[in-house]
């Protein structure tokens, strides 16, 4: 993963008001397997970098593929201009 997708989940992220406040702590046991591949092929270093990376790109997903999926077999009504 590239820095700059890193920067721009997080700016996202800034400006979308989820990060205005830290007053939360999160606990939770993981595999360390999971841990160091994901800090590996993000480039992350830290713990709380990775959880809030994590967390900023699930509340930033769009739902493009489950809009996409539910839009199959469906044409729209379209007006040609006749």
Do not use: H, W
């Amino acid at each position: 993963m590239s820095k700059a997708r890193f920067e721009a989940v997080m700016l996202a992220a800034e400006q979308s008001g989820l990060l205005s406040e830290k007053g939360s702590r999160i606990g939770g046991r993981v595999s360390p397997a999971l841990v160091r591949q994901a800090k590996r092929q993000t480039g992350i270093e830290t713990d709380t970098d990775l959880i809030e990376f994590a967390l900023a790109t699930v509340a930033l997903e769009d739902n493009f593929a489950e809009a996409f999926k539910e839009s199959r077999g469906k044409v729209p009504t379209l007006k040609l201009g006749f």
